[in-house]
């Protein structure tokens, strides 16, 4: 059994952190990152699949390479993008093989615009035929069984259709969802909606905003981001650390907005910012977790 499958069974409140491979193929700062925030109370470490359509050090190996040399438990993003059903296969074959029994199936983010000239993104099929053929694949005995997650955005504009593409995902096999960050008052309340309609687990997106330049970029540039105005005007004028302790506070509000809600919590990691990552996994461990 997969151990996020394994502690949210139990009934316990998981803690994931999403902690972004490295651009380069010298992974030692990465890895040391990883292993401090599993010893500060994450119980699996996330992996983005190329954030932002970016190459970086693929999220399944890194994910093999913690499991089997560290013994971290891993959630790798899996997406759509440049991959055929046989690649997918094979990748899922190697973290069968490894240990590594979770995966959160997304579409992917599309190439980044500086690279659009070079670089050309495939997409066969979206998260929903994914994960269907992943069930398929699973039924039918050519993989293990698989603990599969799916992206739920809780800043979608038309959160109605959002809501019932997530139950479709349902339907293909997704058993559990990570939400887009918790930013605004709206998202908190579209993932109290969701917690009625969903039947599996939902584990409630948290991202410390560090600056307001921080907030802005995330508000027009990345997709599923919300921000609202008042948060972003709240930033201007802070040093560095009232960034971070402004960050730190706005998502402990989120995560007791949404408490009841969720059975666990998701931390993205900004700029590689562990020390903030590890004082927000202490604060909701002593009050919402």
Same mark, same amino acid.
């Given at each position: 059994?997969?151990d996020?499958?394994?502690?949210?069974?139990?009934?316990?409140r998981?803690?994931?952190?999403e902690?972004d491979?490295?651009?380069?193929?010298?992974?030692a700062a990465?890895?040391?990152?990883?292993a401090?925030l599993?010893?500060?109370?994450?119980d699996?470490?996330?992996i983005?699949?190329?954030p932002?359509?970016k190459a970086?050090?693929?999220a399944?190996l890194?994910?093999?390479?913690?499991k089997?040399?560290y013994g971290?438990?891993?959630l790798p993003h899996?997406?759509?993008?440049?991959?055929n059903?046989n690649?997918?296969?094979a990748?899922?074959? +190697?973290l =069968?093989m $490894?240990?590594?029994?979770?995966?959160? /199936?997304?579409?992917?983010?599309?190439? #980044?615009?500086e690279?659009?000239?070079?670089v050309?993104?495939?997409?066969?099929?979206n998260?929903?035929?994914l994960a269907?053929a992943?069930t398929?694949?699973?039924?039918?005995?050519d993989?293990?069984?698989?603990?599969?997650?799916?992206?739920?955005n809780v800043?979608?504009?038309?959160?109605d259709?959002?809501?019932?593409r997530?139950k479709e995902?349902?339907?293909?096999?997704?058993?559990?969802?990570?939400?887009?960050?918790?930013s605004?008052?709206r998202a908190?309340?579209?993932?109290?909606?969701?917690?009625?309609?969903l039947?599996?687990a939902?584990?409630?997106g948290?991202?410390?905003?560090?600056?307001?330049?921080?907030?802005?970029f995330?508000?027009?540039e990345?997709?599923g981001m919300?921000?609202?105005?008042?948060?972003?005007?709240?930033?201007? +004028?802070? =040093?560095? $650390?009232?960034?971070e302790a402004?960050? /730190?506070?706005?998502?402990?509000?989120? #995560?007791?907005?949404?408490?009841?809600?969720v059975?666990?919590?998701?931390i993205?990691?900004p700029f590689?910012?562990v020390?903030?990552?590890?004082?927000?996994?202490?604060?909701?461990?002593?009050?919402v977790c």
């Amino acid at each position: 059994m997969s151990d996020l499958r394994r502690l949210l069974e139990e009934g316990k409140r998981p803690v994931l952190v999403e902690f972004d491979p490295p651009r380069t193929v010298e992974p030692a700062a990465f890895l040391r990152g990883a292993a401090e925030l599993r010893d500060a109370g994450a119980d699996l470490i996330t992996i983005a699949d190329c954030p932002t359509g970016k190459a970086s050090i693929d999220a399944s190996l890194l994910a093999c390479k913690l499991k089997r040399e560290y013994g971290i438990e891993t959630l790798p993003h899996m997406t759509c993008r440049d991959r055929n059903l046989n690649a997918i296969k094979a990748l899922l074959m +190697g973290l =069968s093989m $490894e240990g590594v029994s979770s995966v959160l /199936l997304v579409t992917g983010d599309p190439v #980044a615009r500086e690279s659009r000239d070079t670089v050309k993104a495939v997409f066969h099929f979206n998260s929903r035929q994914l994960a269907r053929a992943v069930t398929g694949l699973t039924e039918s005995g050519d993989l293990p069984p698989l603990y599969l997650c799916g992206a739920l955005n809780v800043n979608a504009n038309r959160f109605d259709a959002e809501l019932e593409r997530a139950k479709e995902k349902e339907d293909c096999g997704i058993r559990a969802f990570l939400t887009q960050p918790v930013s605004s008052r709206r998202a908190a309340e579209n993932l109290l909606k969701a917690r009625e309609s969903l039947r599996g687990a939902i584990l409630g997106g948290l991202f410390p905003v560090v600056s307001q330049k921080n907030a802005l970029f995330l508000q027009r540039e990345v997709a599923g981001m919300a921000i609202d105005e008042e948060t972003i005007a709240a930033y201007e +004028g802070l =040093s560095p $650390e009232e960034g971070e302790a402004l960050g /730190l506070k706005l998502c402990l509000e989120a #995560a007791a907005r949404i408490d009841s809600a969720v059975s666990g919590y998701y931390i993205m990691t900004p700029f590689r910012r562990v020390a903030l990552v590890k004082r927000l996994m202490t604060e909701l461990r002593k009050g919402v977790c």
